[in-house]
């Protein structure tokens, strides 16, 4: 979906929020995003078209079933921000 996405800003973000969706379905699991390091998460990342499993290794790590959880969600809204350099403001702020 990382590759797939055709727009520059936005693109993790959108793909964060899609695989949660999609784990949630499938698995009835959501990636607590809090728990994932940023840096081992976008050099991952960047080799993710050419290796998946250093991605899958690291996202199993963190992967959390309190999907209801509305503080794991906004924590992982935040975090998925600060990957993409933005931290002006926190969820639990607005």
């Known amino acids: 979906m990382n590759v797939a996405h055709p727009f520059r800003e ?3 973000r959108a793909t ?12 009835g699991q959501v ?8 840096e081992d998460y976008l050099l991952a990342m960047e080799r ?5 499993r250093e991605l899958s290794q690291l996202l199993q790590e963190s992967l959390s079933s ?3 959880n509305r503080k ?14 933005y931290q002006l403001f926190q969820t639990e702020d607005l």
């Open 10 to 12: 936005g693109n993790g």
């Open 16 to 27: 964060r929020i899609w695989l949660d969706l999609i784990l949630k379905q499938s698995l």
């Open 31 to 38: 990636v607590d995003w809090s728990q994932v390091n940023p």
């Open 48 to 52: 993710s078209p050419i290796r998946t």
């Open 66 to 68: 309190d999907v209801h």
């Open 72 to 85: 794991v969600y906004m924590k992982g809204v935040d975090q998925s921000y600060a990957y993409e350099g």
